[in-house]
């Protein structure tokens, strides 16, 4: 079959162009840069004015098409974008499209002669035994817009509240509300542990992450206390029936944004979100401000009076 030489971005061309990748099986995984690659070849043959289909991974993409779906006989050509050429599932997709043009693109070679790799007409490497490295395609992907970061700090503890503790339902149903929003979510852990690299040693590490979020959901009490310390709205949950600490917290900092877990449904939460990225991060600059300049808080002049009232009974 004759292949195309000159691909370049002057004449529309006729045909449907299948894109596939590890994105399209089912037993694959889709990666940022399969992702951002996929998106490059995309806005290529948009420029050239060539139709293209998508196959999804069912597990992945549900409502797309998927690889198993895909007609061989509506494509001219089927390109394979990003990853490793190497396995099964690629081989398959050789026998499953025989009278396409197959091309991959993007792509690392490890061994030419593997069948994975020769069952492709062309292949378009970033990197192969021998060749000279080309840079890869999510390098020069276009850009989205940046959905908000939030960072997600819990706790599924708090044994001390006994019966009224609501706390895995609580996380339950932040993580699934959190995990259908557009947004860039960090999982954060208030414990420090210098031993443990996914946890930060120190205060300074932790509250250096915490100052770049654009929202803190948290049910923890000094979740709050430090998204609001470094200015940063927080959308806080009080996990225990009836309210405890991290209510009663809120209040004192005068911070509206708290949510019992009674009401902690979607349409809830969804309201404070909309509140927390809006209005509310010129709220949260204005408490980290009070706190800063604040006179000595009510806890220290109490522990004062009380240090100064044992020196003296000390002394008696």
């Known amino acids: 079959m004759s292949m195309p030489t000159d691909w370049t971005d002057t004449a529309p061309r006729a045909g449907r162009v299948l894109l596939t990748g590890w994105f399209s099986f089912l037993h694959g995984e889709a990666t940022v840069g399969d992702l951002l690659s996929l998106d490059r070849v995309r806005g290529a043959l948009d420029r050239w004015g060539i139709a293209y289909d998508t196959a999804w991974s069912g597990g ?66 970033r990197d192969a035994p021998g060749a000279r490295p080309r840079r890869d395609l999510a390098v020069s992907a276009p850009r989205s817009p940046a959905p908000p970061v939030v960072g997600v700090a819990l706790t599924r503890g708090q044994g001390e509240y006994g019966g009224r503790r609501r706390h895995e339902a609580a996380g339950d149903a932040l993580t699934a509300w959190v995990n259908g929003k557009d947004c860039a979510r960090l999982e954060l852990e208030t414990r420090l542990d210098p031993d443990d690299w996914r946890l930060s040693a120190t205060v300074a590490q932790f509250e250096a992450v915490v100052a770049r979020l654009d929202l803190l959901v948290t049910n923890r009490l000094h979740g709050l206390v430090t998204g609001l310390r470094a200015g940063v709205p927080v959308l806080a949950v009080d996990a225990v029936a009836g309210g405890a600490k991290l209510t009663a917290q809120a209040r004192a900092c ?21 509140w927390c990225l809006g209005e509310g991060r010129a709220v949260a600059r204005q408490r980290a401000e009070e706190f800063r300049s604040a006179p000595e808080p009510e806890l220290l002049t109490g522990l004062a009076e009380a240090l100064d009232g044992a020196a003296a009974g000390a002394a008696r």
């Open 60 to 125: 992945f993409r549900p409502h797309g098409l998927r690889l198993d779906e895909a007609d061989p006989g509506r494509y001219r050509a089927v390109v394979f974008v990003c990853g490793p050429l190497h396995g099964p599932q690629i081989e398959d997709l050789h026998r499953r499209f025989p009278h396409c043009a197959r091309i991959a693109v993007g792509v690392s070679v490890l061994d030419g002669d593997d069948p994975a790799v020769r069952g492709f007409h062309r292949v378009l490497a």
């Open 254 to 274: 005068g911070w509206p944004a708290l949510v019992p877990v009674e009401t902690a449904g979607a349409e809830e939460l969804d309201r404070w979100w909309e």
